[in-house]
């Protein structure tokens, strides 16, 4: 990805987790403001002269304001109401009056109070009242759907580099595990699968052995049919060498065309047959060449608790023989006296 895309990808990632955030917390911050001023609202209905102040400064120097007090004051209403229900109109008792109109609104809701006036004087105050709850809950619906929306891109965005990375890594993994050409272990692995098999081994008491193996006089079959059919030969080879060895044998490309097998459970007679067991096979497999490719082997049978290094040593040092004595045949190293066996 471009510096610059990466730049506009991670803007928008954090830009969604601040709206998601702004929007979790905001509303709970705006509805319990809301829900204050209603108690604030409540208590602000109480109007600005209590019932004697106003007997005293309205009525009193009006009789036929006494009169029809009553009256007056419904009218009163009537005009600032327009309609709207009266809820209460009650002396409190602190002798306040105390008029509320409208509907009872369940909090949190938005209330106005106008002062209510007779000739210029104030009488009491109205107050009335507007639910905001129905905006809210859809403000809040909305809000959480925002946040869920916000946090499931943001674990997309998390996720979907994260499974490429992953997808990389495994695909660095492979390629610093395994030989391109062939698909087998490459040398660097062997060694880490040698000593758990070797662990194993010492653990439980079965034998190990090692064979190693390469193409005879592979430098002619390259320049005789070119190193495109030499790399299809060591395809083929590896193909029956897969097919020939056990599911617990590690079958590994040592170098140009040499080849490893580390097979657990096998004590010196069982790499014998193995090893002879494949020689045969490619004898006999057609290469397409027409002529036969072969192979040289040499195996060891693994000390208990020895290194990769010096098994390698001694099965090259059979191979080296097995070439020495005519190519296409075994030769085992014995452990015991460093006698060097033929078969
Ligand atoms: N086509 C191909 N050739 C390779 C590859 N790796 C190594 N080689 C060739 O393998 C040949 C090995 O030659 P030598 O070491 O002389 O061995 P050889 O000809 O097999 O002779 P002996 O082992 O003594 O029987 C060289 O020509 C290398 O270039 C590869 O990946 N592909």
């Known amino acids: ?72 004051l419904v009218g009163l209403l009537r005009q600032k109401a327009l309609g709207i229900p009266v809820r209460q109109a009650v002396y409190d008792p602190d002798g306040a009056l105390v008029i509320a109109i409208g509907q009872y609104p369940t909090p949190p809701s938005l209330s ?28 809040f619906i909305i809000a959480s759907l925002v946040a869920v929306t916000g946090t499931l891109l943001i674990v997309l965005f998390e996720l979907i580099p994260l499974r490429r990375l992953r997808k990389a890594e495994s695909a660095v993994q492979y390629m610093a595990e395994h030989d391109p050409l062939t698909g087998l272990l490459n040398r660097y692995v062997a060694e880490s699968r040698f000593d758990q098999e070797m662990k194993r081994a010492d653990r439980y008491g079965f034998q190990l052995a090692l064979i190693l193996f390469d193409i005879d006089h592979f ?86 608790g020895s290194s990769l290094q010096s098994n390698i040593e001694r099965a090259d040092a059979a191979l080296y023989r097995a070439k020495c004595a005519g190519r296409n045949r075994t030769e085992e190293a014995d452990t015991a006296t460093g006698r060097q066996k033929a078969i």
């Open 219 to 304: 430098k002619h079959i390259n320049d005789t049919f070119g190193h495109t059919k030499g790399d299809e030969v060591l395809r083929r080879l590896t193909k029956v060498a897969k097919e020939h060895i056990r599911s617990t044998d590690a079958l590994v490309r040592w170098g140009g065309e040499e080849f490893l097998i580390i097979a657990p459970y096998t004590d010196p007679a069982m790499a014998r047959n193995q090893a002879e067991k494949l020689r045969r096979l490619i004898e006999r497999k057609d290469f397409g060449l027409g002529e036969r490719v072969t192979i040289s082997l040499g195996l060891c049978a693994c000390e208990p």
């Open 1 to 72: 990805m471009a510096r610059g895309q990466r730049i506009i990808a991670n803007l928008l990632r954090w830009g969604i987790v601040a709206v998601a955030l702004a929007l979790t917390f905001l509303v709970p911050t705006v509805h319990f403001t809301l829900e204050r001023n209603f108690i604030a609202g409540i208590l602000a209905t109480v109007s600005e002269f209590d019932a004697q102040q106003i007997m005293e400064k309205v009525i009193a120097r009006n009789p036929d304001l006494w009169r029809y007090e009553e009256a007056r």
């Open 112 to 139: 106005t109070r106008i002062p209510l006036r007779d000739a210029g004087i104030v009488v009491g105050a109205l107050e009335t009242s507007t639910s905001l709850a129905p905006a809210l809950r859809t403000s």
